[in-house]
């Protein structure tokens, strides 16, 4: 291999053994030689002690590769290692406690290979992992004690199919951020530990086929937890096991027996209390259905919300939001998200048209996305912030939950359709760019500091940013927003608390992708990035980023002499016909540019990859107000806004 300077192998379907001299290749970032289910090529041999000098790695991927023997202790030397796949082969051996090593590792797939003997307690040194795949190998033993409670990002486990014994570490309560664990065919026993009750973020656990046994127990209660994912049927499974008791009546377990002796006196008058509290529940829930099946018949006016927003907000019905969207026709469809639809609308009792969005109660998290963004938006004012005019938690006519927000209709559509979108109808020059960064500064400066609490939109991009008749911008979509303030209850704690990754990947910052908290300094990159998109015209998840190039180093590098090389195509196009209209100015190319580049740099500034380093918003707003003033100053104008 001659070539040292790869940074990326991606090579699948191949066959042979692996070569020697890839030790050479002291820059390679990824290697990647697994077929990923569709190469027929298999890696014969074992693998080669070189791959150690490898010390630039951070993705090893070798799954369904075939390779026999043990893994090579080099590898330990792969510090740098952030991501290890070497699923469905033929490694043997106890798993190598050289994994510790790995600092930075937040993915490891041991899943399918013949791995025994114990887990290795080195792993808790893994501080940043994410997912744990150890599935369908022949480890057995019990689970070391402080291997999970160090593990404090973990989201996913899977320890299926093994022969794993003894009960469930204590110390999985730490676990605050896991959403899914899965235990299932191995030869568990004991108590549920009590601490599973505490892992609120627990989506899906299941622990088929083990031997658990006795009462699940909570803190105080002793029985089977309530809270996290024990407060959902559908979120756990315990087929298999036996003599368990407690829980939700979904699950149908017996109930834990109170091992004090009881009087026969006592026994009797607490059947008799039993009975009448039962007999007046029945009653209660049959008033109640009757009721809902009355009001359903007459009118959905029934199943309006005691305000999420405030009483000070329009009230409006399911019925009314449906005969105002035209039954939520696909015709006055405008827009679709990860959480649900938009469709435009009049209400009987408005003169302008609005905006109903729809949330898919379907996908997950979309319940809770309501929620958050109703507590933000009743918490702002601004000219650049999408005016919220009600809210609609209800049922639709089939009996199903619905909850819509209604916002004021935006015309223009969104910054995105007019970047992307090659309309001639649709362009944006300079000067109307500007206003629209100066629009967007304003909106996450009201957010930041004017709020009474501090308000992070964690999703900021082109898309989620609407434009006005007079081409007024204004930041919507707060479903992922965050409050950073104590009193912010639910909210701030959901937020907070989840390392899972907030936001639209391009615009994230990286220290969310390492389980950061959410802060301000996470907007100032999203704004950064949308900046440098801008500018340039390109996504930051074009296909030309990769191999360590990104949207921030790629304007970085053309600043500031290079930057025609890196503009929009239509900004190009806008000095040229400036300079037509203004020959007797020669010097009007390079006072345009000169803006252009100041615009630039406060993009890259702002988009800087230490949280510390970046621009504060305040100091992005002054930047860019001087730069407008400049540009107007040298005669050039482009397009009023209308």
């Known amino acids: 291999m001659s070539n040292l300077e790869l940074f990326h192998i991606n090579v699948t379907g191949i066959s042979g053994s692996v070569p020697k001299d890839l030790g050479n290749l002291k820059n390679l970032e990824w290697f990647n030689i697994g077929d990923n289910y569709f190469g027929n090529g298999k890696i014969s041999g074992n693998i080669p002690d070189e791959i150690g000098n490898l010390v630039g790695l951070n993705l090893l991927d070798m799954r369904i590769t075939a390779p026999t023997g043990t893994l090579p202790t080099s590898i330990g030397k792969l510090?740098?290692?952030?991501?290890?796949f070497i699923g469905w082969n033929n490694f043997f051996g106890e798993i190598p406690s050289f994994i510790g090593n790995f600092s930075r590792l937040f993915d490891l797939q041991l899943y399918n290979n013949n791995f025994e003997g114990r887990i290795p307690l080195a792993l808790r040194n893994?501080?940043?992992?994410?997912?744990?795949?150890?599935?369908?190998?022949?480890?057995?033993?019990?689970t070391p004690d402080q291997l999970f409670g160090a593990l404090t990002n973990l989201i996913v486990v899977n320890m299926s199919y093994n022969s794993?014994?003894?009960?469930l570490p204590s110390d999985f309560g730490n676990l605050k951020n896991l959403v899914e664990l899965y235990v299932y065919e191995n030869k568990l026993s004991g108590e549920i530990s009590k601490t599973l009750g505490e892992c609120y973020e627990l989506a899906a656990f299941d622990m088929v086929g083990n031997f658990f046994q006795g009462t699940f127990l909570s803190i105080t209660e002793g029985e089977v937890p309530k809270r996290g994912v024990f407060n959902k049927s559908n979120g756990f499974s315990i087929v298999g096991n036996k003599n368990l008791c407690g829980g939700i009546p979904e699950i149908k377990l017996p109930k834990c027996i109170n091992p004090k002796p009881r009087k026969k006196g006592n026994a009797l008058s607490t059947k008799a209390i039993i009975i009448l509290i039962l007999g007046i529940l029945i009653a209660s829930i049959l008033v109640v259905l009757l009721f809902i099946c009355c009001c359903r018949k007459r009118s959905g006016k029934k199943f309006i919300p005691t305000a999420l927003l405030g009483h000070s907000y329009l009230r409006v019905s399911y019925k009314e939001?449906?005969?105002?969207?035209?039954?939520?026709?696909s015709s006055n469809l405008i827009g679709v998200g990860s959480f649900g639809s938009v469709y435009k609308g009049v209400l009987?009792?408005?003169?302008?048209?609005?905006?109903?969005k729809v949330l898919n109660l379907q996908n997950r998290g979309a319940a809770k996305s309501f929620t958050v963004e109703c507590k933000a938006l009743r918490k702002v004012r601004h000219r650049n912030l999408l005016k919220i005019k009600t809210s609609c938690s209800s049922i639709d006519y089939q009996g199903n939950d619905f909850k819509a927000l209604v916002f004021e209709f935006i015309p223009k559509g969104s910054l995105d359709s007019w970047l992307h979108e090659q309309h001639e109808s649709r362009y944006l020059n300079f000067v109307q760019r500007l206003d629209i960064a100066i629009d967007v500064a304003n909106a996450v400066d009201n957010l930041h500091h004017n709020c009474e609490a501090v308000i992070v939109h964690c999703d900021l991009k082109p898309s989620n940013v609407l434009l006005d008749d007079d081409?007024?911008?204004?930041?919507?979509?707060?479903?992922?927003?965050?409050?950073?303030?104590?009193?912010t209850d639910t909210m701030g704690n959901d937020q907070a608390s989840s390392s899972v990754m907030k936001g639209t990947i391009g615009y994230v910052p990286s220290e969310y992708g390492m389980g950061g908290a959410v802060s301000p300094e996470g907007d100032i990159y999203s704004y950064g990035i949308l900046l440098l998109e801008m500018i340039?015209?390109?996504?930051?998840?074009?296909a030309m980023f990769h191999g360590g190039l990104n949207l921030h180093n790629f304007c970085n590098m053309a600043l500031p002499e290079r930057l025609k090389e890196i503009l929009d195509s239509r900004l190009l196009e806008q000095i040229c016909e400036n300079n037509e209209r203004s020959r007797s100015q020669p010097n009007m190319e390079a006072k345009m540019l000169e803006s252009l580049v100041s615009f630039a740099k406060v993009g890259v500034a702002c988009s800087a990859e230490a949280p510390g380093e970046r621009m504060g918003i305040k100091d992005a707003i002054t930047e860019l107000l001087a730069t407008k003033a400049r540009l107007l100053r040298t005669g050039i104008h482009g397009r009023d806004r209308r």
């Open 471 to 487: 081409m007024v911008a204004h930041v919507t979509d707060f479903g992922l927003a965050k409050l950073l303030s104590s009193d």
């Open 536 to 542: 340039t015209g390109r996504r930051p998840t074009d």
């Open 321 to 329: 939001l449906l005969q105002a969207t035209g039954g939520f026709s």
């Open 164 to 167: 794993l014994t003894s009960p």
């Open 348 to 356: 009987h009792r408005q003169e302008k048209p609005v905006a109903v």
């Open 79 to 84: 510090q740098n290692l952030e991501r290890l």
């Open 126 to 142: 893994c501080k940043n992992m994410q997912n744990l795949d150890i599935v369908e190998n022949k480890l057995s033993g019990s």
